[in-house]
T-cell receptor, first 113, second 111 residues
Framework: ETGVTQSPTHLIKTRGQQVTLRCSSQSGHNTVSWYQQALGQGPQFIFQ???????GRGNFPPRFSGLQFPNYSSELNVNALELDDSALYLC????????????FGPGTRLLVL | GQQLNQSPQSMFIQEGEDVSMNCTSSSIFNTWLWYKQDPGEGPVLLIALYKAGELTSNGRLTAQFGITRKDSFLNISASIPSDVGIYFCAGQLDPGNQFYFGTGTSLTVIP
């Protein structure tokens, strides 16, 4: 049990729609990172937030955006959904200091039809 | 982006056998993490490594940070059925940077 929670657990959307996924970080953590995991692949880094600012971004288009709130909860927003956006979306929280680790939530399974 | 190659891609072993898997990169990493993921769930952190040559254990699991800093190894001793899952390595080039994940090793334990 990592203390990282995500909602919803599953979601079905149609192409062109917008989606918001939510994450609640583990207490005491100051970073939250979002990953996309396609079936049969390893997680791919989308971006990280630290102190409510984006602190690094992977190779994802601007229609993937995020927010981190003062209580260290976070949102991932995806606009203009495409079929290839179907994946497991994972958030991970950690501490940006010294020896870094990342603790993952259970993920949100997104299906785009 | 960085490519982390894990081998083997999959393993089928008898219960009680020992398991070895590794993760290699063309770049030098500062941190290595090992995770286990069950189907439909998030990865669970097993072991974290921060220093070249470091050897760290977590129960029956032992991981090592390669001395070249371009690789890492995970060993599981006396495997049991609940070890079944996909094992991922993750590496970080520098503190504060993103973690890159490997391609995964799928482990099946035959009772």
């Amino acid at each position: 049990e990592t203390g990282v929670t995500q909602s919803p657990t599953h979601l079905i959307k149609t192409r062109g729609q917008q989606v918001t996924l939510r994450c609640s970080s583990q207490s005491g953590h100051n970073t939250v990172s979002w990953y996309q995991q396609a079936l049969g692949q390893g997680p791919q880094f989308i971006f990280q937030y630290y102190r409510e600012e984006e602190n690094g971004r992977g190779n994802f288009p601007p229609r993937f955006s995020g927010l981190q709130f003062p209580n260290y909860s976070s949102e991932l927003n995806v606009n203009a959904l495409e079929l290839d956006d179907s994946a497991l979306y994972l958030c991970a929280s950690g501490v940006l200091a010294g020896k870094e680790t990342q603790y993952f939530g259970p993920g949100t399974r997104l299906l785009v039809l | 982006g960085q490519q982390l190659n894990q081998s083997p891609q999959s393993m089928f072993i008898q219960e009680g056998e020992d398991v070895s898997m590794n993760c290699t990169s063309s770049s030098i990493f500062n941190t290595w993490l090992w995770y286990k993921q069950d189907p439909g769930e998030g990865p669970v952190l097993l072991i974290a490594l921060y220093k070249a040559g470091e050897l760290t254990s977590n129960g029956r699991l032992t991981a090592q940070f390669g001395i070249t800093r371009k690789d890492s190894f995970l060993n599981i001793s006396a495997s049991i059925p609940s070890d079944v899952g996909i094992y991922f390595c993750a590496g970080q080039l520098d503190p504060g940077n993103q973690f890159y994940f490997g391609t995964g090793t799928s482990l099946t334990v035959i009772p």
